[in-house]
Each structure stands twice: as C-alpha cells, then as structure tokens.
C-alpha cells in the first residue's frame, strides 16, 4: 500500500491549540512580571523561546507603539501632532515662563559658606549658637537619652535591694528540706 497524504490548508484544531499555547505563554508570562518573579528578557528566553535579534525588534516595535499611542493622546486631547510642531512655537511660550535670573532659588545668604562673621571670632561659640537647640550625641535621632539611663539605674537599685544576692546556689545541701 504506496500513498502519499499532503494536507492543503493547516487544520483548525492545530490553529486552536497553537492559540491556546500562546493566550497560556501570555498570561504566565504576565503574572511573572506583575509579581516581579523573572525579568522581561528572562521570560523572553524561557517562556517564548526567542533568539535575541528577535528580541531586539519586539522591544524596538514595543517603543514605536508607545510612542504612536502617545502622538494619538496628544492629538486627542490638544489637537496637535507632538511629532510636527515647528522649533519656533517654543521661542513664543518663553514670556509665560518664569527666567532664572528673576527670582527663585533656595540660598539664604548670597555669600553662601564663604560669609564673613560678624563677630570676628572674639566670641564663644556657646554664645554664637544662642537659640539654637544642641542634642545629646549630636543628633535629635540620638539613643542615650539622659532621663531614661538615670530612671534605669534607679530601677537597678530597687531590684537589688529589694532581692539581695545571695551566695546559695540551687544545688547547695543548704536548699536541702527536711522531712
């Protein structure tokens, strides 16, 4: 029996279950990203099994389709093209824009570190500091606090006058009840 079997068009079920495969890569892969469990090129290699020149167009199409739909909004929302707006509009927006030697900035001094002291340096620093708040440790973050060792050591002092040590130990024939 000699025959030969060729087949025209892919079957249905091969397409279907070829679509399946691909909607079950889509949705693993999808959880793996949203939980942060393997990175995009990690999923890439071992889920869809690409080589890395496809990889390399899928990000770059990745990017153009980002930048289309941003085009789109844009033109949704304010009517011009991002990609077509002549350099000169900028120039013409410039007066409602506030310009850096106008105002703004954050130093209190103009001078900055370099400030000459008013005292010349005659005078102490505890006396040059008046007003500002000094911290134990040198920080407001300090752990020693003053008030907390002192009311630890007090509490200290009423355990151990309260139960004295004693020279016993457990073990000793002193412990030893009679009967």
């Not at 002291?117 to 407001?140: A, I, L, T």
């Not at 002192?150 to 004693?166: C, H, M, T, W, Y």
């Amino acid at each position: 029996i000699n025959f030969d079997l060729e087949l025209q068009n892919p079957s249905m079920i091969h397409e279907q279950e070829k679509l399946e495969m691909m909607n079950q890569q889509l949705e693993i892969a999808e959880k793996a990203m949203d939980v942060k469990l393997f990175s995009r090129k990690w999923i890439y290699d071992n889920i869809f099994d690409m080589p890395d020149e496809q990889k390399v167009e899928v990000y770059e199409a990745i990017v153009e389709d980002t930048k289309q739909k941003y085009r789109l909004e844009q033109i949704e929302t304010e009517g011009q093209d991002p990609a077509e707006q002549p350099v000169g509009d900028e120039m013409e927006d410039d007066d409602e824009m506030a310009r850096p030697d106008d105002w703004g900035g954050s130093e209190k001094t103009y001078f900055g570190k370099n400030k000459p002291r008013e005292d010349d340096g005659k005078v102490q620093k505890r006396h040059r500091s008046f007003g500002k708040r000094e911290f134990k440790g040198k920080s407001p973050l300090a752990t020693s606090k003053a008030y907390t060792a002192v009311a630890r050591e007090g509490i200290l002092d009423q355990l151990k006058n309260r139960f004295p040590k004693s020279n016993n130990s457990l073990l000793s024939e002193e412990n030893i009840l009679e009967d």
